[in-house]
């Protein structure tokens, strides 16, 4: 009986969105310092999540939001710029803004993040959960080289003492996904082993997903969700990177003459945090009906008035705390932490297995990661601290940089992650050649 009324509903959802289909407008003219993006359309859930993807995906930095969906209407603005800080110029880059925004396909895409068993014709996808430890990523770069797998593009996030990523790995020898059950179980198996190390027999995962069923990021937000790692935030703060004053400030507080759920938050600001935040509301089955997000220099100011998808607020001081922890975990498991290196080389197999032997070799340990490989040249940046979460000793960045090569590895020094040298310049040194060798050796 149920059944039939959501089909139902579906069906009277779709002939709304034909007689209304989703319109954008995209003015350059209107405000001074930003492209203002307006987008309406019916409502339905998940349309928030997808809107703020398509322009995060595209590396636009959405400096202000405006946000409303009650009465079954979708109406949101954003002010947008570009990493450069400068407004949409490119019509190319804005007809395929509007092409995807006003998808009726593209605007309502289905958000189940089915996990299933069958790679594809490119490549295999590998999604994998632990403890994390210093050494971790490179102990898993290992085992993928030693079995004969080329990992061509990844993210590696970590946060309160829990790693996950998501991985994509082709045969070295034909270029394609590895199809065979037996080579895909013994994976499995190697990998689970490297995950579980010594105190983590129950909760280490390895699997196998078709890529393209869900987002990446949003992937991982799932991944860490449903590991719980946002229990247990008020870990130690000896020693490490994160300052407790910069972490995000989360009120959950009541509107009864609304019925809403009212969520104001502050945080440092940074690329792709609202699309970290409006991720986890929806995946924990929340509805943001009205919100504002300003952005300042350096702070970011964010109000959502929610309910659940029943149309409930919260009513409880458990689930209040709990979307408190959910919503700092979502903020702080992307956060920058650590110095920042990136690596542009020519790809090879094991490339990564070297790279993070070195720093594991050197006493670093890697924060997060973003590993990608396109016209043969592998272009990574990680985030890293020394195995105590301090700040990287210069000394130890010059010594890694004379290992992997002159022009390979380029350091980002800042404030926050790392003392800087006395030289105001890029650091990058000497053995371009050694590195070209197939694999390092002592």
């Known amino acids: 009986m149920f059944e039939k009324f959501e089909e139902t509903d579906d069906e009277f959802a779709k002939l709304l969105r034909r007689i209304n289909p989703p319109r954008v407008v995209i003015d350059n003219d209107s405000c001074g310092d930003a492209t203002v993006i307006q987008v309406d359309s019916v409502n339905k859930h998940g349309i928030l999540l997808h809107v703020v993807q398509v322009l995060t995906d595209l590396n636009l930095v959405i400096k202000k939001a405006y946000i409303s969906s009650d009465g079954g209407w979708f109406m949101d603005v954003f002010n947008v710029i570009d990493r450069d800080g400068e407004k949409i110029r490119d019509q190319e880059l804005i007809s395929y803004i509007q092409k995807r925004l006003e998808s009726d396909e593209d605007l309502v895409p289905s958000f189940k993040g089915m996990v299933g068993l069958v790679p594809t014709e490119e490549h295999t996808c590998i999604e994998l959960t632990g403890r994390d430890r210093p050494g971790l990523l490179s102990e898993v770069c290992a085992v993928l080289a030693d079995l004969h797998c080329n990992l061509v593009n990844a993210e590696i996030w970590t946060h309160n003492e829990r790693a996950a990523a998501v991985v994509l790995v082709t045969d070295d020898t034909t270029g394609y996904a590895i199809e065979d059950p037996n080579r895909l179980a013994t994976i499995k198996e190697m990998l689970c082993n490297v995950l579980k190390g010594n105190s983590d027999i129950n909760t280490a995962k390895m ?233 390092f050796r002592h």
């Not at 109000?303 to 700092?328: F, K, N, T, W």
């Not at 975990?329 to 993070?356: F, H, N, P, W």
């Not at 350091?411 to 040298?421: D, T, Y």
Request: proline letters at 4%.
């Open 207 to 439: 699997t196998l997903s078709p890529p393209g069923v869900t987002h990446r990021e949003r992937r991982l937000h799932q991944i860490m969700f449903a590991d719980r790692d946002y229990e247990n935030i008020e870990r130690s703060e000896g020693g490490g990177v994160h300052d407790k004053s910069s972490r995000p400030h989360v009120i959950v507080a009541d509107c009864t003459e609304k019925d809403y759920t009212v969520i104001t938050m502050r945080s440092k600001d940074r690329p792709k945090l609202l699309f970290d935040i409006v991720c986890t509301l929806t995946d924990m089955q929340y509805v943001i009906f009205h919100g504002v997000v300003h952005t300042g220099r350096m702070e970011a100011y964010q109000e959502y008035y929610i309910r659940h998808v029943d149309g409930v607020p919260i009513s409880s001081e458990a689930e209040r705390e709990r979307v408190m922890q959910c919503l700092e975990a979502a903020v702080e498991r992307r956060g920058s932490e650590g110095l920042q290196l990136e690596l542009c080389a020519k790809d090879r197999v094991g490339l990564l297995s070297d790279i993070t032997r070195i720093f594991r070799e050197n006493s670093l340990c890697i924060k997060r990661a973003e590993i990608s490989t396109k016209g043969g040249i592998a272009r990574d940046t990680f985030y890293v601290t020394d195995v105590s979460g301090c700040p990287v000793d210069p000394k130890t960045v010059d010594s890694i940089c004379r290992q992997i090569g002159q022009g390979i590895l380029h350091v980002k020094w800042n404030s926050n992650s790392s003392p800087k040298p006395q030289q105001e310049k890029t650091i990058s040194f000497l053995l371009g050649s050694f590195f070209k060798a197939r694999t």
